[in-house]
């Protein structure tokens, strides 16, 4: 079966530092793998995804990730946040072989002035 | 793309009640997916349709929960007899083909009292 884990539930950091968000994941089939961001009593939107190719992704709002089989993460990067970057973010995997995304439990950014 | 529809909102029932839940996915999305999220944790799958066909269902979903998606585009999601554990944001999401990823809906939030 597969899993996700974020390991950090909570994340506060200040305006324009830099933050990354964990991600680990276990399968043993190969996987695409997602970062998604959620607002306050909104849906899910999709910030970036690793199908294959380039390890490193780039998304939108300057987020990037680095897919590392070797250590099956799939970190979440932002060299300088903005107080509007605060959200929930989920990390989420599909293997090449199902049609279920198994997500996270998600980690609280908070961006404090 | 006009994204990915929910109707109701907001529902608050009293337990015991059925209640009945409408998707719109995007037009040309024939995968769509329900999932329930509660608070503090990352959404959890419950269904999946490929056109009108239901192909996976969580085991976690009881007989009480059923799913419809009759023509291949807006599905319906029907809780019977609710329980106050069924409180929950429940989101839909559809995607267009297998590697690409969910786009989701800002879900309905339903509140058993």
């Known amino acids: 079966a597969q899993s996700v884990t974020q390991l950090d539930s909570q994340v506060p950091v200040f305006e324009e530092a830099p933050v990354e968000l964990r991600c680990n994941y276990s399968?043993?089939?190969?996987?695409?793998l997602f970062w998604y961001v959620q607002y306050p009593n909104q849906g899910l939107q999709l910030l970036l995804k690793y199908l294959s190719g380039s390890t490193l992704v780039k998304g939108i709002n300057g987020f990037e990730a680095e897919f590392n089989k070797s250590q099956t993460s799939f970190h979440l990067r932002k060299p300088s946040v903005h107080i509007s970057d605060t959200a929930e973010y989920f990390c989420?995997?599909?293997?090449?072989?199902?049609?279920?995304?198994?997500f996270g439990t998600g980690t609280s950014l908070t961006v404090i002035p | 793309d006009t994204g990915v529809s929910q109707d109701p909102r907001h529902k608050i029932t009293k337990r015991g009640q059925n209640v009945t839940f409408r998707c719109d996915p995007i037009?040309?999305?024939?995968?769509l997916y329900w999932y329930r999220q509660t608070l503090g944790q990352g959404p959890e799958f419950l269904t999946y349709f490929q056109n009108e066909a239901q192909l996976e269902k969580s085991r976690l979903l009881s007989d009480r929960f059923s799913a419809e998606r009759p023509k291949g585009s807006f599905s319906t999601l029907e809780i019977q007899r609710t329980e106050q554990g069924d409180s929950a944001m429940y989101l839909c999401?559809?995607?267009?083909?297998?590697?690409?990823?969910?786009?989701f809906g800002n879900g309905t939030r339903l509140t058993v009292t």
């Open positions: 989420a995997v599909r293997t090449n072989t199902g049609n279920q995304f198994y």
């Open positions: 399968s043993s089939v190969s996987v695409y």
């Open positions: 037009s040309e999305h024939n995968r």
């Open positions: 999401a559809s995607s267009v083909s297998a590697n690409s990823p969910l786009h």
